[in-house]
């Protein structure tokens, strides 16, 4: 090789934006560029005439990859740390001269500290995500339970606590509450935290069976036991939920008849179908329901007195909507959410919208509340909707809070609109900024913006003071 050949190839060692290193087939190194070893923390003049294996042994080269090359003879790629922490991608290969012996061996290194610390970040951030989504997931259970349930009000987190804990027995639970309040949804979460949540389930609305009718449909008929029967016969309602829960919603328009035949199964443990000789051992988890007063109907007459304190081993009186105001945020968005997704739509609520479903009163509850949703995301025209679509009870009367109005009060009656909502407003958000752990959580909740959030909260100095 002529000198200007081999000055050549010098330059373009040393120039080279790779990091090369040559050796002979002994590990000594014999050409190098200076960036190369800087990478290892030492001086360009001292690793020229060196042993890769003398590096080695120093902990400057950990491990040598020439020294792999020379004892495998083939391409090699490594990762190597160095003693100043940087992180080094190396790959070798041998030189075999005509007669196929080794005769030099050719490293290239790329620094990937930086590559590796962008590793490690993601990393860690990916650990921090999956951190945040647990604590997503437990908030997220807290405020809508395991079961799916909207809950955030004290009221309701200790009445899903009292479920909890009589879920594992079969003892007989009264839900008592006002139409609507989810009387029927609670009873599914009982029976699915019970150990007969894998058998069946069986609804029955009291009010909807004829009196007629209702001995045949909640016990069953053997065939021909009437005109019209079946000829296999039918097996009853309660004989459906064996095993599993029998659901007897509005329990206060059971007739009379049927409450003797019901308290008498609760004793035995047996039914009869009508038409029948024979008895049939039961086995199911009776939860009533009803928005009316028992106790009052006993007095009346109306209900049996045995039945009634059958049934009312635990009672469990739901709170309307009016009574549990901060569920009605996280009710109103879970149904926005559902019944967009359902219908295929893209809809939302202007703020000020947004203000009148916070004060309605909901005298319907929880059913009423969906079902002004649903209708209004179905008849509005655009994708945002206004106060001017929602229907006339909530328009005339959603704008005035319950709680804070006093028509006795002079004051209030002087109050311009423009300072009632706002006084409104300041009542609202600071509701939100007591029971919420941030303003992306309270944004959530309010159905606004997060930076909309924080100019109220500036507006109004909220968070600062209390």
Not at 22 to 42: E, F, R
Not at 254 to 268: A, E, G, I, R
Not at 305 to 330: A, G
Not at 404 to 415: S, Y
């Amino acid at each position: 090789m002529t000198g200007s050949l081999i000055h050549v190839l010098n330059k373009i060692v040393e120039t080279s934006n790779n990091n090369i290193t040559i050796t002979d087939k002994h590990g000594i190194i014999l050409n190098s560029n200076p960036a190369h070893w800087s990478l290892y923390g030492m001086d360009a003049n001292h690793y020229i005439g060196k042993s890769v294996l003398e590096l080695e042994d120093e902990g400057i080269l950990s491990p040598s990859i020439t020294a792999s090359v020379i004892n495998n003879q083939k391409p090699v790629q490594i990762l190597q740390q160095t003693r100043t922490g940087k992180v080094i991608m190396s790959t070798a290969f041998p030189v075999f001269d005509e007669k196929g012996n080794m005769s030099n061996i050719i490293s290239y290194a790329q620094d990937q500290t930086e590559i590796k610390n962008l590793q490690d970040q993601y990393e860690r951030l990916q650990r921090k995500i999956k951190i945040v989504q647990t604590e997503v997931q437990e908030l997220r259970e807290k405020e809508y339970g395991k079961d799916g349930m909207i809950i955030r009000s004290k009221q309701m987190t200790q009445l899903m606590k009292t479920i909890s804990r009589v879920a594992q027995t079969d003892v007989t639970v009264l839900f008592l509450g006002e139409s609507g309040v989810g009387k029927s949804a609670l009873a599914h979460t009982l029976h699915n935290q019970s150990h007969r949540s894998k058998e069946p389930f069986i609804e029955v609305n009291c009010s909807t069976i004829p009196e007629s009718l209702f001995e045949s449909e909640m016990f069953g008929y053997d065939a021909g036991a009437f005109t019209g029967a079946l000829k296999d016969g039918k097996q009853g309602l309660i004989e459906q939920a064996d095993g599993g829960t029998l659901f007897l919603d509005e329990v206060g328009d059971l007739p009379l008849s049927m409450q003797v035949k019901l308290l008498k199964t609760l004793q035995d443990k047996k039914i009869m179908r009508v038409g029948g000789k024979k008895e049939k051992k039961i086995d199911f988890r009776l939860i009533v329901a009803t928005n009316k007063d028992l106790s009052e109907m006993v007095e009346q007459k109306k209900f049996r007195s045995d039945l009634f304190y059958r049934l009312n081993v635990i009672p469990v009186q739901i709170p309307p909507l009016r009574e549990r105001l901060e569920d009605i945020p996280l009710l109103i968005q879970h149904y926005y959410e559902k019944l967009n997704l359902k219908y295929n739509l893209n809809k939302q609520f202007h703020s000020t919208t947004y203000d009148h479903l916070l004060n309605y009163s909901w005298p319907g509850n929880i059913r009423e509340l969906e079902n002004v949703i649903e209708r209004v995301l179905l008849i509005t025209e655009g994708t945002t909707i206004y106060p001017s679509d929602l229907p006339k009870v909530i328009k005339e009367t959603g704008h005035v809070n319950h709680l804070t109005h006093d028509p006795e009060n002079d004051d209030n009656k002087k109050q311009s609109l423009k300072q009632a909502l706002e006084q409104l407003e300041v009542q609202i958000l600071t509701n939100a900024y007591n029971h919420c752990k941030s303003t992306y959580e309270i944004a959530d909740a309010l159905g606004i913006s997060q930076p909309s959030v924080i100019y109220k909260f500036k507006k109004y100095n909220i968070g600062r003071s209390n």
